[in-house]
């Protein structure tokens, strides 16, 4: 329990943005833009090597042309030890948390790893978790026919892709953003974030791992 006169303002110090310009229009005068408030997405890879781990055992256990999900064992996830899922994962979320409120967690406690394994037609709807810290990473994608690329959002883009959302249509404020999945590419984000994953048209198969962590021990740095 933090003590002292200057206490509040430690504990409050996390959740003041940096005056850090994301953008500049050129123009006379020049226009500084920030983006100061609501939620960070975290976007990395992982080796190679680890994706290729997963996916041996994955391949195992899916049933092509099934949607599914099914849990990740703990022998996988602790294999390997410093190279490990856990071990990556927890020095990602570590250094997200570091960058977001300048803390140091103690301990990342991971409560699941999950694999989703998606064909075309099959829609990953809206949803949050209860997690601190959730993340996604893409493990095979499939082939999506090219007109479904052009479709916008609003029309009904049916393409795969990886939606993040906040709030309903606010003026001079952005709603959502997505990500076309590409093998390798990990996200993290706070668990509280509204995602979803569009249906694809296409052949092959969406195969993302997904994972909960609770953080403890997080204090300001």
Same mark, same amino acid.
Request: glycine share 10%; net charge neutral; charged share 20%.
């Given at each position: 329990?933090?003590?002292?006169?200057?206490?509040?303002?430690?504990?409050?110090?996390?959740?003041?943005?940096?005056?850090?310009?994301?953008?500049?229009?050129?123009?006379?005068?020049?226009?500084?833009?920030?983006?100061?408030? =609501?939620?960070?997405?975290?976007? /990395?890879?992982?080796?190679?090597? +680890?994706? *290729? @781990?997963?996916? %041996?055992?994955?391949? #195992?256990?899916?049933?092509?042309?099934?949607?599914?999900?099914?849990?990740?064992?703990?022998?996988?996830?602790?294999? =390997?030890?410093?190279?490990?899922? /856990?071990?990556?994962?927890?020095? +990602?979320? *570590? @250094?997200?948390? %570091?960058?977001?409120? #300048?803390?140091?967690?103690?301990?990342?406690?991971?409560?699941?790893?999950?694999?989703?394994?998606?064909?075309?037609?099959?829609?990953?709807?809206?949803?949050?978790?209860?997690?601190?810290?959730?993340?996604?990473?893409?493990?095979?994608?499939?082939?999506?026919?090219?007109?479904?690329?052009?479709?916008?959002?609003?029309?009904?883009?049916?393409?795969?892709?990886?939606?993040?959302?906040?709030?309903?249509?606010?003026?001079?404020?952005?709603?959502?953003?997505?990500?076309?999945?590409?093998?390798?590419?990990?996200?993290?984000?706070?668990?509280?974030?509204?995602?979803?994953?569009?249906?694809?048209?296409?052949?092959?198969?969406?195969?993302?791992?997904?994972?909960?962590?609770?953080?403890?021990?997080?204090?300001?740095?």
């Amino acid at each position: 329990m933090a003590e002292g006169p200057y206490a509040k303002e430690r504990l409050l110090k996390k959740y003041e943005a940096e005056a850090r310009v994301c953008a500049s229009a050129q123009g006379d005068p020049a226009l500084d833009f920030y983006s100061p408030f =609501g939620p960070m997405i975290a976007k /990395t890879r992982l080796p190679e090597a +680890l994706i *290729r @781990r997963i996916n %041996a055992y994955a391949d #195992g256990v899916v049933c092509a042309g099934k949607a599914m999900e099914f849990l990740l064992p703990d022998s996988l996830i602790a294999q =390997g030890g410093e190279d490990s899922l /856990t071990q990556h994962t927890a020095r +990602l979320v *570590r @250094r997200y948390v %570091a960058g977001m409120e #300048g803390s140091q967690v103690e301990r990342v406690e991971f409560e699941v790893f999950w694999i989703v394994s998606q064909y075309a037609g099959t829609p990953s709807p809206v949803h949050f978790h209860s997690a601190d810290i959730s993340g996604v990473l893409y493990l095979k994608v499939p082939q999506i026919e090219a007109q479904e690329e052009a479709k916008s959002y609003i029309s009904g883009r049916q393409a795969g892709y990886i939606n993040f959302l906040i709030g309903g249509k606010q003026r001079f404020s952005k709603s959502l953003i997505s990500f076309k999945p590409q093998v390798g590419d990990f996200y993290l984000f706070p668990g509280w974030l509204l995602h979803g994953a569009e249906p694809f048209r296409g052949s092959g198969e969406r195969r993302s791992m997904a994972f909960n962590a609770s953080l403890a021990g997080a204090a300001p740095g």
